[in-house]
């Protein structure tokens, strides 16, 4: 196996584990305990609890998904070569969700990770620096989102 092949493949295990948690039959972790992924979280609070901000200051567990999606969007529109649509800012924007919109979001980024996923099972033997760089920088802007979505849930 090539060190690429080592690093994407560690590389994968992290990225899974960030947002579907430890996978069944695995007794350890790396990083999150058992169940504690993105999709779970998605999965554990509804829309009011999603739209909930502890402070005038801080942003809802909504908004910190849905700037992970923006983040997970705007990777596979640079992959692919096209434009990235709207901007870090703004995808601060949305803080409140109704369930309609709340579900379209867990449907959303679902999908968006999906993608990212089958991008990075198929990555080039010697992606560019740029591309190696975007997929380095996933990983820990995922965990630290996850982590901050965790935190909120805990005053959800």
Not at 25 to 31: E, K, V
Not at 107 to 123: F, G, I, P, S
Not at 132 to 138: E, F, K, L, R
């Amino acid at each position: 196996m090539t060190d690429l092949g080592y690093f994407q493949k560690s590389f994968l295990t992290l990225f899974r584990e960030c947002f579907e948690a430890i996978p069944p039959g695995q007794d350890y972790t790396w990083f999150v305990q058992g169940r504690e992924g993105v999709f779970d979280a998605l999965d554990s609070v509804d829309a009011a609890q999603a739209s909930r901000k502890p402070s005038a200051e801080c942003s809802s567990i909504g908004a910190h998904l849905n700037h992970l999606l923006f983040a997970l969007e705007s990777m596979i529109a640079q992959i692919h070569g096209q434009e990235v649509q709207g901007t870090w800012e703004s995808s601060w924007a949305k803080q409140e969700f109704s369930e309609n919109e709340w579900e379209t979001l867990r449907h959303d980024l679902r999908m968006a990770y999906e993608k990212v996923l089958a991008w990075l099972n198929t990555l080039p033997e010697a992606p560019g620096e740029l591309e190696m760089t975007g997929v380095m920088a996933i990983l820990p802007h995922s965990a630290y989102h996850l982590g901050a979505v965790r935190q909120l849930m805990k005053l959800a």
